[in-house]
């Protein structure tokens, strides 16, 4: 594709507009609680609008708008239906972890999961077990977006691949370093707007250059009548199988620290209640819009073999050209959203719970403001190196960032703030078994018994969970903080 | 125990008991409905009512029930650490 400035045009609007809220944001971000709040977490000012969108955004990914309706055009409706475990996200997450989370994220002033996860078990091993995983899975998955954005950019625009990924490098870094978390919730609140209207204009471009939903689903009936079963084109998705999926990217969303962290940082109940209302609506919507977007775009545009270019070959063909440009935005806001959340968590697990934890307790605040600064912008710079050229492992690790992450923190997180006799030990024992029982998994018996890998871990690292914490029992006193 | 808790863990209950039914309502539509030969299916605004019903009907039955759930089953709480006194009144 050779350089279209009228796409150009807008995408680069878009980016600019990004980086002046980033500006603008960082002078506003010296707010009274200190530099630490302010930056990873915004000083628990969210209303909840903001939390929904935030939510959302750090949520949908590449994936949501370039993978899975690549993958929905190949399967058909079934695929539709999979991406629909994904609705109760918009309000599960915030139901569970709820006030309770909130309320003690205060008392104990935790900025990060792993705030959290060391207060209520009191145990070092918890806190560096916990952020070694974090800072593993989260910057695998963090470079696999990173690639996704560059390739987004390259693929719009004509420039090369490198140029693309240093714009991309460029303008997320500038304002997350500059603006921190309100900076991020910001723009993630601007993407999010870009994404619900970029799906409700090409899903309507999509039905009207189809000649009307009735005729698509009649071509798609002739041409496979697979393809408007929930079976898939190729009746590859049993019921179990989907169903599956509702726990790795449904319920099982509550284990990602970069969701984790935003239930922590709003503002009141009521920021929370309008957030449930919020977000339930938008990501179902986004889900629902772009999964069937793709699903009518093989009528559209019969004959696409990669995936990964039918949405971006989509707006270009049934919108004009200044349009797609916005629309075209929307996988890119997605990216940068959720780059720019984990890049901040990332961080702020090395600066805030190793650093501070461990090695400088009693650092001075200029010295944690440089060093935060310069640990962002570290990593920032590493992950735009590994993706230049993505090294196999990272490809491999960031396959199951999610599964693992969800693995590993789910029971911690869920049972930490329920059940007064969970432990450390179980903590420990949850994670350890987690993770390790994924990955075996994974090389061995991926998709055991017909359903997703995830499945196994979850439950076994629940039995850890409940066994190490009554087996060790004595070791520990009950925890104060419930 | 602190009041605002069971507030607390009974929500966590009423959106975990929304989640249980939102996968019924999902699965029962689809797999109910569509596993049916393709050509006695029957549409809803051009849609295979299996899908019509479990992803659209559904998400927007969702929407609203979560709606009602947040407006009048969940309450809203302080935050921030209630003073002596009050603490005495909840009591």
Known sequence: ??????????????LVLMFLVGMYTARAARGSEGFLQDYFLGGRHLGGFVL????????GSASSFIGGPGIAYNMGLGWVLLSMAQLVTGYFTLAVLGKKFAIIARKINAVTLIDFLKARYESKWVVILAAASISIFLFSATAAQWVGGGRLIESFTGVSYGVALFIFS???????????????????????????????????????????????????????????????????????????FWLLVGIGVVGLPQIAVRAMSYRNSKAMHQAMIIGTFVVGFIMLGMHLTGVFARVVMPGIT????????????????????IVLAAPLAAVMSTVNSILLIVSSSIVKDVYINYIKPDASEAHIK??????????????FLAAIKPPDLLIWLNLFS???????????????LYWKRGNASGALSSILVGVLSYIALDQFYPNAFGMHTVVLPVLLSLIAYIVGSLLFAKKHPLSELL | ???????????????????VLNFVWWYAFAYGLGSKPVKEYTYILGLPAW???SCVAGFLLFSFLVFLMVTFLFKEVPFDEPEEKEKERVR
């Open chain 1, 370 to 383: 440089k060093l935060s600064f310069s640990v962002t912008a570290a990593i920032g710079v590493l992950v």
């Open chain 2, 1 to 19: 125990m602190d009041h605002r808790f069971k507030i607390s863990r009974r929500e966590a209950w009423l959106g975990t008991g929304l989640a």
């Open chain 1, 402 to 416: 999610f599964g693992g992450l969800e693995a590993s923190f789910i029971w911690p997180v869920v049972l930490g």
């Open chain 2, 51 to 53: 899908f019509f019903y």
């Open chain 1, 170 to 244: 460029f303008s997320v870094l500038v304002y997350v370093i500059a603006g921190g978390f309100r900076a991020v919730v910001i723009t993630d609140t601007l993407m999010g707007i870009v994404m619900f209207v970029g799906t409700l204009v090409i899903l309507a471009g999509t039905i009207i250059a189809g000649h009307g939903v009735p005729t698509i689903i009649h071509k798609l009936s002739i041409e496979n009548p697979n393809l408007i079963t929930p079976f898939g084109a190729d009746h590859s998705l049993s019921p179990l199988y989907v169903s599956s």
């Open chain 1, 52 to 59: 929904a969108l935030t939510m959302v955004a750090t949520y």
């Open chain 1, 1 to 14: 594709m050779n350089a279209n400035w009228q796409v150009i045009v807008p995408l680069i609007a878009f």
């Open chain 1, 306 to 325: 990669v995936g990964d270019k039918v949405m971006p070959l989509l707006a270009l063909k049934v919108l004009p050209e200044w349009l797609a440009g």
